[in-house]
C-alpha cells in the first residue's frame, strides 16, 4: 500500500462524453503526475502539479487538464472523450519536485465506447 | 525522449540472474526503477541520483553510469514473484521541471 488513492476504479464512457478522475495524494506529497497507460506500454507522463500550479505537460492535447487542490489531491478532466483514449490513468505522487521516489495508486480504468 | 530498455523479454528459472538496461540519449539527474504485474499499478523499486550510489536490497540492485546516461537493474537468484513487467523512469530534469519519462518496459517472466 502506498497511500496513494484513486477513483473510480472502473469506469466506461460514451465517446464525445466527459470525464473527470480523482487522486488523493500519500501524506506529506505535493507533486502529483498523472499518466496514461495503454495495454502492454509503459506509462506516458500527461501533466505535473506542484503545490496547485502546473509544472510540467506531456504532449496531450488541450482536452486534458487537471487541478490540484490545497491539500495536494488531484483531480484529471478529460473531454470530448474519444475511443484511444481507454486506458488505464494513473496518479503518482512525491514529496518535492526532483530526484524524491514517487509512488503510483492503483489506477482508474477508463474504457471509451 | 522515451528510454530505451532491453532486453524487451527475458524467461528465467528460478534462482538464474538477469539483468535489465535502460538508457537515454539526455543528460540525466535520476533514474527510477518500478516492477509491475499484470493488472496491477507499477510498484516501486529503487531510486539512482546523479552522484549516488549504486542502490539494492535483498537481491535486487541497480547501478547507473551518468557518463553513458545508462541504467542497469540486476535481479541475482530470481524468485517467481520477481515476474513482471521492469520499467525504468528517467528524469533529466532542467529549466524547473522534472518529470519521469518511461522506457516501454521489460518483461520478466520466471518459471519453476
Known amino acids: 500500500e502506498t497511500g496513494v488513492t484513486q477513483s473510480p476504479t472502473h469506469l466506461i464512457k460514451t465517446r464525445g462524453q466527459q470525464v473527470t478522475l480523482r487522486c488523493s495524494s500519500q501524506s506529506g506529497h505535493n507533486t502529483v503526475s498523472w499518466y496514461q497507460q495503454a495495454l502492454g506500454q509503459g506509462p506516458q507522463f500527461i501533466f505535473q502539479y506542484y503545490r496547485e500550479e502546473e509544472n510540467g505537460r506531456g504532449n496531450f492535447p488541450p482536452r486534458f487538464s487537471g487541478l490540484q487542490f490545497p491539500n495536494y489531491s488531484s483531480e484529471l478532466n478529460v473531454n470530448a472523450l474519444e475511443l484511444d483514449d481507454s486506458a488505464l490513468y494513473l496518479c503518482a505522487s512525491r514529496g518535492g519536485l526532483a530526484g524524491g521516489e514517487q509512488y503510483f495508486g492503483p489506477g482508474t480504468r477508463l474504457t471509451v465506447t | 525522449q522515451q528510454p530505451v530498455q532491453s532486453p524487451q523479454a527475458v524467461i528465467l528459472r528460478e534462482g538464474e540472474d538477469a539483468v535489465i538496461n535502460c538508457s537515454s540519449s539526455k543528460a540525466l539527474y535520476s533514474v527510477h526503477w518500478y516492477r509491475q504485474k499484470h493488472g496491477e499499478a507499477p510498484v516501486f523499486l529503487m531510486i539512482l541520483l546523479k552522484g549516488g550510489e549504486q542502490k539494492g536490497h535483498d537481491k535486487i540492485s541497480a547501478s547507473f553510469n551518468e557518463k553513458k546516461q545508462q541504467s542497469s537493474l540486476y535481479l541475482t537468484a530470481s524468485q517467481l514473484s520477481y515476474s513482471g513487467t521492469y520499467f525504468c523512469?528517467?528524469?533529466?530534469?532542467?529549466?524547473?521541471?522534472?518529470?519521469?519519462?518511461f522506457g516501454k518496459g521489460t518483461k520478466l517472466s520466471v518459471i519453476p
Open positions: 523512469g528517467t528524469e533529466a530534469g532542467g529549466a524547473g521541471s522534472y518529470q519521469l519519462t
